[in-house]
């Protein structure tokens, strides 16, 4: 039996990004043939995948490619911010981008099965996510795209990774811009004051109609109460409507028409929005087992 030696171990982690025990293993496996132990960690790889793809995945990257009027957008998310500046992470990211925008595929299932390789992984998409998860040790996955096609003009912006616009509009490309970076920053929720959603101007009446009873006032000033907090709501979140990061005199609307550009429409990710983090509260662990241990004993 060969030595397995600590060098030995570092170089087949070198090569693989294989966590250390995963290493020394298949170099005991392999009796010390780094060649044979690097195919048998491929091997074992994809088996990882499905011991991760249990782990909540609330960090991640957006991603954007645009070629002419077709452009994508997408979500691929990871366990630790740690994995967000990984270059294979974020190589399958963009690639995902880009594969979108020529493939057109109808849904996530569908995004996967597109021929891709990457790192030594294929030949699908889904191949390389696996393969990956196995190389870095961390769940991940696609969580959502969208396509734009048609006869708009695309403009995107990102944040860092972590926040993207694609705007379709119709005139100035640099004003295009500037809306988009405005969303990422201001984050509308919708074009113009119309566009709102009605459960969303529903849940900001309610939370007026509670202020507004614990106010004490008549009725009928009571009711105007009501009705200005849901107007200076509609406001506040329609992108037309609120004022221009670069320039707080003017409505993004106003700065729009100044620059003889429309927006059509917009579409921002945030990574994690709504996704559950897990959060691990170390001193609620212990006090739990320390509360086993006294009924044990």
């Known amino acids: 039996m060969a030595a397995i030696t600590a060098s030995m171990v570092a170089e087949l982690r070198g090569k693989t990004d294989a966590p250390m025990m995963e290493c020394k293993k298949a170099l005991t496996e392999a009796d010390g043939d780094m060649a044979k132990a690097e195919e048998l960690l491929r091997v074992k790889l994809g088996s990882k995948a499905g011991k991760a793809a249990s782990r909540v995945t609330a960090e991640g990257v957006v991603a954007s490619f645009i070629a002419g009027n077709t452009g994508a957008m997408i979500e691929v998310n990871c366990e630790t911010d740690f994995v967000t500046k990984n270059d294979s992470f974020l190589g399958l990211t963009q690639a995902a981008a880009e594969l979108i925008v020529k493939h057109n595929p109808a849904d996530i299932a569908a995004l996967g099965?597109?021929?891709?390789?990457?790192?030594g992984f294929g030949p699908t998409l889904e191949d390389v996510r696996k393969g990956l998860i196995g190389k870095i040790g961390e769940n991940m996955s696609f969580r959502r795209f969208k396509r734009f096609e048609g006869t708009n003009q695309l403009a995107a912006y990102l944040h860092g990774t972590r926040?993207?616009?694609?705007?379709?509009?119709?005139?100035?490309?640099?004003?295009?811009?500037?809306?988009?970076?405005?969303?990422?920053?201001?984050?509308?929720?919708?074009?113009?004051?119309?566009?709102?959603?009605?459960?969303?101007i529903e849940r900001e009446r309610s939370v007026a109609t509670a202020k507004a009873a614990e106010s004490g006032k008549p009725a009928d000033i009571a009711a105007k109460m009501i009705e200005g907090s849901v107007q200076k709501y509609l406001k506040e979140v329609s992108l037309f409507n609120q004022p221009f990061v670069?320039?707080?005199?003017?409505t993004v609307e106003q700065m729009l028409k100044e620059r003889a550009t429309a927006v059509k429409s917009f579409t921002l990710y945030v990574v994690g929005e709504g996704i559950e983090k897990k959060v691990d509260d170390f001193a609620a662990e212990v006090a739990a087992q320390v509360a086993a241990a006294k009924q044990a004993g």
């Open 113 to 119: 099965t597109l021929s891709y390789s990457q790192d």
């Open 246 to 250: 670069k320039n707080d005199k003017q």
């Open 163 to 200: 926040i993207g616009v694609m705007v379709e509009f119709a005139g100035d490309e640099a004003a295009a811009k500037d809306v988009a970076m405005h969303v990422a920053a201001m984050k509308p929720v919708a074009l113009t004051s119309a566009d709102v959603p009605a459960e969303l």
